[in-house]
């Protein structure tokens, strides 16, 4: 599927898009308008975003850095006992299976490129960086689409439980819609200028107010926007 191409019918897809703009405005309102800024170099994204997976970001960053503090290169990473790396990620949780994910995805970059480097995807079409990316065993769309707009500013728009939690309340994607399939439809629907903002406001807004359980819609300045917050009115009035 090209960029930003989706199967939504174009009055849905007219529809969605007008609602993103009403939404973003508020977002940014709330939240601010956050500026591209590289978080981490790209090889530091993946082992980061690997480590991240079914944990807190407290977790991450302190298995994170234990690995850093353990192994001074990616070489060593890549080279040492599974034993020792999943020794000091164990912070982060789930070390038996991201200790080798971690040097199974630095290995193949060595394979493939020669040396522990990612910058050539900066030459890449997004769709063939995409691509590159997800042949990585246990690097799905969401890790390909943080790295791509975290350490190169590429226009590809992640996906994480936040963010498919709101915008699935908001209605922006359809109730059955999965997060893979996420990734497809709000780039389709958000502009690519705003998938960092967007992306982080998005996070901010299912962390500080849209909880998984009892989110917060009393003080939501979405809430007039909002189809999960229309039908948990509308239920209440026919009770």
């Not at 912070?91 to 060595?110: D, E």
């Not at 893979?180 to 998005?202: G, K, M, Q, S």
């Not at 998984?212 to 300045?221: D, G, K, S, T």
């Amino acid at each position: 599927m090209a960029p930003n191409q989706t199967t939504l019918d174009p009055d849905t897809l007219a529809f969605r898009r007008k609602k993103y703009q009403i939404i973003a405005r508020i977002l940014e309102q709330t939240y601010g308008y956050p500026e591209w800024r590289q978080h981490l170099a790209p090889v530091e994204e993946l082992v980061c975003t690997i480590l991240s997976q079914n944990t807190s970001d407290t977790n991450r960053d302190r298995g994170f850095t234990a690995l850093r503090e353990r192994f001074p290169t990616w070489e060593d990473v890549r080279d040492a006992p599974v034993e020792a790396v999943i020794d000091a990620i164990r912070p982060a949780g789930l070390a038996n299976q991201k200790g080798p994910r971690i040097q199974a995805a630095l290995r193949h970059v060595t394979e493939q490129q020669g040396a522990i480097t990612l910058d050539f995807l900066n030459d890449l079409s997004l769709e063939d960086a995409k691509a590159w990316l997800t042949d990585i065993n246990g690097i799905g769309p969401k890790t390909a689409a943080i790295i791509l707009l975290f350490a190169f500013n590429q226009p590809a728009f992640p996906v994480d439980t936040h963010v498919h939690r709101v915008t699935g309340r908001l209605g922006l994607i359809g109730p059955k819609t999965t997060a893979e399939r996420a990734h497809v439809e709000l780039e389709a629907i958000i502009p690519p200028a705003d998938y960092y903002p967007a992306h982080l406001n998005f996070i901010r807004h299912g962390r500080e107010i849209c909880h998984a359980r009892r989110p917060r819609c009393e003080i939501c300045p979405l809430a007039a926007h909002c189809d999960y917050y229309q039908g948990v009115l509308r239920a209440a009035k026919s009770s």
